[in-house]
């Protein structure tokens, strides 16, 4: 059964998955980060959704919906794309088994700035950096699920 996206459940997915490939996770090295994603919608009605993700060593210990006002102090970074720049990432990965390189996370904050990295502090920034390559992975993990968007 598919899980849709954006929703709690489809990042739920992803923490599972990382949870059976934990021995991946620990070859990248641990990563300590509390990051937002968060999905603007596209011109439609309805408000952003963001979703707060805790990653302690080598699992996503944290998975929840919060407030889109939530204060950015709360994380080291909040990645912020509309609707269909995630969808478009995420159709990728499960084309390709693996982000591309034009819609890797590094491209999509970078080249085409089509996602935003947002922190209040710029270690928050620096964070993003020491664990795209990680994070890249965690999102790469949707190939594995069955996703549906709203």
Partial sequence: MAVLFPSKEFF???QKEMEADKEKFRR??????????????????GSPRLFKLVF????CKVVEEVS???PLDSFDFILEASATTWQELIENIHQKGEADRDHSLNTLSHLSDPMQVLYEDPDGHDTFFRTIVSLQDFFNLAAKVDVAFV
């Fill in 12 to 14: 739920v997915a992803l």
């Fill in 28 to 45: 990248l090295g641990f990563i300590d980060v509390t990051m937002g994603v968060k999905v603007v919608s596209n011109g439609q009605e």
């Fill in 56 to 59: 302690s060593t080598y699992d």
């Fill in 68 to 70: 889109p006002a939530m």
